[in-house]
Every structure is written in structure tokens, then in C-alpha cells.
């Protein structure tokens, strides 16, 4: 399997190759060059564990990997690191179905693709004749830095540096980054918005850092997006072996979504032969995707708006690029991608089948959360809740009865000032500790350790810069751990393949 830019650059790489570069020269995303058919197979996938069933996926895909070297990055993913044995459970509340993905050390979907990525990243760089100098950088809406920050801990030979919107991400997620510990892990803090804090990590990437490997854990890498198309098979499975769908029949997926990655995996698990009916794509308060589906027109020139849901407050989708490429091919992509640096929209001259999508803005993610609690007792975040609005929306529209997904994508825990406050007023003005503690008593349970923990942990990471200071900032942080002779960095071999 190999790999091409979205941009047409005149490339080819091996999976290795792609998720060590990250992004590629030309400023385009790597995808892959077709999509193994698991149409025949769908029957005895559905038979696996979480663990097998990512081998059997992501093997095709990662054909430069030998069976030890995946086999091994697997089962360090989604072995201990996961509090539930399913990894990720299907579980029905209220007459809904909801995927939980926030199993993980960090509570939030990204530990789904994040918990896997470094041992990919580490093969890769070995395999390309790269063991040191290696720095990830990354920006994050807030759950996708701590889940990077955490996989990358400890790593030898590779750094992570962390950016993120200091006024965009909620006080749980802020505190989880600032207080991570690890010799080799930076966060820095942003004057600016998510897009801000997006367009300075790619302008680094552009400009470079003398003497380091740069590479991303954004879902821009292939190896971060490939990974979370193994939860929708196994939430097909799910349904199949708990709920009593009969194999071969289709289900929908309800994808609250920001930038676009997410349900990009479930539309790469359609392409493969998933049945999938419909992937809706569920919006906030800033609904540049539900626009684009509606008009066919991306305009990101509109007020961005900090909502509850700060995970997905992004106004430039850049996982969207990919499915422009599957859909019009790279000429275009380029064109599409030229237009929108340049006037911020482009008109796109397709269409993008199989897509649904619908919005919910805070007040109605409030009560979402509260009438799912009275309805079952079961509590939601405000992402989730999010996703559980814009499917209500979409059925009493469309009628459509297809048995229906919704992507839990992070626990409530992360966002408890939220989530107690659409519960009952009652709960307005407490802190995020106070919530929490609040949070515990209404689902009936312990506070999760990693947040729990958080109450009394100091802040290490204290670094704020303007998004003009950025590259500044990566450089002082990362000079921090200075390496002077990276002799290896001359004779890595990530070179493309041409035709």
C-alpha cells in the first residue's frame, strides 16, 4: 500500500514513510492509494476482540509493517491502557445506542488512534533509518494534546511539543496538559483560537527547525486516522453479537465533528465495506460543515464562536481535504485548498454521498444532556450531546428508522461545570473540582483516577506566546533537550518512490 499527497505532489510513499513525514511537502495530507475490501471477511471480523480485529484492519494498510512490529504496537495500545476489557463498548441508554471512546488514560476519543500512533511512529523512524532527533508537534482543541502528550511520555528519541487556543479549551483539558510530566513533553499555551494555533503549527512545519525531525500527531498523519476505523467495524460487531443486527444490514453513524477526522475513518470503514447507510455529521455553534454539506460552498469568513463543546469550535476542517481528494482527485483538491488560503471558501463541484449532517447549538447540547438523564439516568458531555441533538433532527426529517450510532467522544468528566449545569441550575458557579465531585454523585461512581489526581498535581507547563511567537516558542523548548549532531537525520531514507 502506498501513499499520495491530496495535492498531487509527485510522490509515493510506504505507510512508514507517510506517518513519519506526517504532512506532505506540498502542504497536502497522505491517503492511501485504494481500500482493502473486508466485504467477505465481515462475518469473521465480527467474531474478534478489539485487538485482533485492529490487526486484521490495519494490516493492509500498514504493509511495510511486518506481523511483529503491528502485532506489538497493538497490543501496547489497547492492553492495560483502556479501564474497560471491550476497549470500546456499545452501550444503549433512553432507546439510543452510544460508541464509548473515552476508555482510555485521557477519557476522550483521541486514545482510540493516540495510544497507537507512537509505537507506529517509533517503527517508522527505525525503519527509515531515524532513531533521534524526532519532534511532534501538534495543536489541539483540547482532547487530542493530552492524548498525544500521554502516548508520547517517556518515548526515547522523540520530543512533543503541544499547542493550544488558552482561551479555547475547557479548565479539565487545560489543566490535563499543563500538568503533564515527562522530560520530553512542552505545551504552550496561544493567544488565538484553534485555527490560529492550526496555522502556526503548519507554518513551522513549512519553515522547518534546524536539526530536528519534525512530524505530527494531528489527525493530519495517516497513522493517527487509520487507526479509529477499527471502532466503527467493531461497533457493527457490537450490534451484530449484542443488539441482534442481522450481518449485512445498514447502520448510521452520528459523528460529532470538528475537524472532520473522526467521521472521515467511519467514511474509509464505508469504502471498505462496512454497511453504512448514513454518516451524519453533527455541528455546533460553528457549522461550517453543515454549510458545506448544505450549499456545497466551505466559507470559513464568519465569526468563530467558543461554545461548550470547545473540541470541535474549529472553523477550518482539515481532514475534509481528504474526502475532497477521494471524491474530485488531487487537481482539484489543490485548487479547492488554493482558494481557501487565499479568499477562505471555495465552491466544491461534487457531490459527497452518503453524508448527512445537522447542527445543535449550545442550548439545545443542554438539553440533550439533561433529558437523556431524566429519560435513563444515563450523563453525557456536551460533544456527545451535541451529536445526540443533530440525530434527532435528522430522523424527524428524514423518517430514516436505519438502526443509528451515536460516538460518545469523550466522558462527562472532562467537562463537569457543563454537564452539571444542563443537568440543574443548581449547579452554576462551582469550579471544575466542585463539579467533578458533584458529577461523581449523580452517575453513582468513582471519580476517574486521571482526574481525580489532577486536583492536587502542579503546573509544569506555564509557556503562552502570541501564534506570530510559535516557532520561537517550539524552538526555546525544544532547545532545551539541544542536539547537535544528527549525523542519522542526513541518511534517513523517507524518500518518495517515483513512478
Excluded at 469473521?44 to 500498514?62: H, N, Q, V
Excluded at 508520547?152 to 503541544?162: N, P, Q, S
Excluded at 443542554?366 to 435528522?394: C, M, N
Excluded at 509557556?463 to 549532531?485: G, Y
Amino acid at each position: 500500500m502506498l501513499y499520495h499527497s491530496t495535492r498531487g505532489a509527485d510522490e509515493e510513499l510506504t505507510a512508514a514513510a507517510a506517518i513519519l513525514k506526517g504532512i506532505a511537502g506540498d502542504g497536502g495530507l497522505y491517503a492511501p492509494e485504494c481500500f482493502p475490501d473486508i466485504t467477505d471477511d465481515l462475518r469473521r471480523l465480527c467474531a474478534m476482540p478489539y485487538c485482533l480485529l485492529a490487526k486484521e484492519i490495519l494490516r493492509p494498510y500498514l504493509t511495510d509493517y511486518t506481523e511483529a512490529e503491528l502485532s506489538e504496537a497493538v497490543d501496547q495500545a489497547y492492553g492495560e491502557k483502556f479501564d474497560n476489557p471491550e476497549v470500546a463498548p456499545l452501550t444503549k441508554h433512553g432507546g439510543y445506542y452510544f460508541l464509548e471512546l473515552f476508555h482510555g488514560k485521557t477519557l476522550a476519543f483521541k486514545d482510540m488512534a493516540l495510544s497507537l500512533l507512537p509505537g507506529l511512529l517509533k517503527t517508522a523512524a527505525r525503519k527509515q533509518g531515524l532513531d533521534s532527533g524526532i519532534a511532534v508537534l501538534t495543536a489541539t482543541s483540547g482532547d487530542t494534546g493530552k492524548a498525544a502528550l500521554e502516548g508520547f511520555a517517556g518515548v526515547e528519541g522523540i520530543d512533543i511539543v503541544v499547542f493550544f487556543p488558552v482561551n479555547g479549551v475547557s479548565d479539565m483539558q487545560k489543566r490535563q496538559m499543563r500538568t503533564q510530566e515527562g522530560g520530553n513533553t512542552y505545551v504552550i499555551g496561544v493567544y488565538g483560537n484553534f485555527d490560529d494555533t492550526q496555522t502556526g503549527v503548519k507554518r513551522i512545519f513549512a519553515d522547518g527547525i534546524p536539526g530536528v525531525y519534525l512530524t505530527s500527531a494531528n489527525s493530519i498523519n495517516i497513522g493517527r486516522l487509520l487507526p479509529q476505523i477499527v471502532y466503527y467495524v467493531y461497533a457493527y460487531a457490537q450490534m451484530i453479537n449484542k443488539y441482534g443486527l442481522k450481518p449485512g444490514d445498514p447502520v448510521n453513524f452520528t459523528v460529532p465533528t470538528g475537524n472532520f477526522g473522526n467521521i472521515l475513518a467511519g467514511y474509509y470503514a464505508r469504502q471498505m465495506g462496512l454497511p453504512v447507510n448514513r454518516l451524519i455529521c453533527a455541528s455546533n455553534d460553528n457549522k461550517v460543515l453543515y454549510d458545506f454539506f448544505q450549499t456545497h460552498e466551505y466559507d470559513k469568513n464568519r465569526e468563530f464562536i467558543a461554545t461548550v463543546s470547545p473540541s470541535m469550535d474549529i472553523l477550518v476542517s482539515g481532514n475534509l481535504e481528504r474526502l475532497l481528494y477521494h471524491i474530485s482527485g488531487s487537481t482539484l483538491t489543490k485548487e479547492y485548498m488554493d482558494m481557501l488560503s487565499k479568499e477562505g471558501r471555495y465552491k466544491f463541484c461534487a457531490e459527497a454521498e452518503g453524508f448527512a449532517a445537522e447542527f445543535a447549538v449550545w442550548n439545545e447540547c443542554f438539553d440533550g444532556i439533561r433529558e437523556l438523564y431524566e429519560l435513563s439516568g444515563y450523563i453525557i458531555d456536551t460533544h456527545t450531546a451535541v451529536a445526540l441533538k443533530a440525530y434527532q433532527k435528522y430522523k424527524n426529517r428524514t423518517g430514516d428508522t436505519t438502526p443509528n450510532v451515536i460516538m460518545s467522544t469523550a466522558s462527562p468528566f472532562k467537562f463537569p461545570e457543563s454537564v452539571c449545569k444542563a443537568i440543574d441550575d443548581k449547579y452554576e458557579g462551582m469550579d471544575a473540582f466542585e463539579s467533578v465531585k458533584a458529577l461523581s454523585l449523580l452517575i453513582g461512581g468513582d471519580i476517574p483516577a486521571s482526574i481525580a489526581s489532577l486536583e492536587h498535581k502542579k503546573n509544569r507547563h506555564t509557556t503562552v506566546c502570541t501564534p506570530a511567537d510559535m516557532r520561537d516558542s517550539a524552538i526555546k523548548a525544544l532547545s532545551i533537550r539541544t542536539r547537535n549532531n544528527l549525523s542519522s537525520l542526513s541518511q534517513c531514507r523517507c524518500t518518495p518512490i517515483h513512478n
